[in-house]
């Protein structure tokens, strides 16, 4: 059964998952009884990763606004287009607020 390991060099990892993982590399456990992870795994684990960050992917949109609407969003400061995305989908998920747009 071929293994194959992966470097944590290797990954794309944010501030917190490395100071976690520098954490980690601190504690004293024993991994002598848990079986290195197969390429096939590793292939499922991939797989399982990919669908899940492109159902997260976000597509761009382009939408015209009103004057005020657009220095609303932007009085909230850096972020304002993600709040406008969060405020979008709320409605959509939210069959009242929904019906109020319509």
């Known amino acids: 059964m071929a293994t194959t390991r992966v470097k944590s060099s290797e990954l794309k990892m944010t501030k917190k998952d490395k100071n976690l993982l520098q954490k980690t590399r601190k504690i004293k456990a024993n991994l002598d009884d848990i079986p290195e992870i197969t390429d096939e795994q ?39 287009s993600n709040i406008a995305a969060n405020m979008i989908e709320l409605c959509l998920s939210n069959p009242e607020y929904l019906k109020k747009c319509l």
Request: zero cysteines; charged letters at 35%; a positive charge.
């Open 42 to 80: 590793i292939k499922a684990l991939r797989k399982v990763h990919e669908a899940r960050v492109e159902s997260k992917r976000k597509e761009v949109l382009s939408i015209r606004l009103a004057k005020n609407s657009v220095n609303k969003l932007k009085s909230f400061g850096p972020g304002y």
